[in-house]
């Protein structure tokens, strides 16, 4: 459980992360930029974010057979949500 939260929490703080650097890296805000970023950002944060679906079922299906209870899934979810948190926060 541990490499499966470490892994998929990586990934979903870099997504946000990356894209934090890229959109204020790009030399400044224009009235045209903040009007999309909104869009960018809520679709960044559900990318991001929709790797705990990816890892909690992956988790389910190579490590418990197929069956998962909710508080364990919650757990993985929670390590997950930690991990990129972290990582967003360091970025």
Known sequence: MKKIALIFGLIAGIIPSAMFF????????????????QIIGYITMIVGFSTIFFAIKQYRDNELN???KFGKAFLVGLYITLVASLVYVVA
């Open 66 to 68: 197929g069956q998962i």
């Open 22 to 37: 890229i959109m204020h890296n790009d030399g400044g805000f224009e009235a045209s930029q903040m009007e999309n970023g």
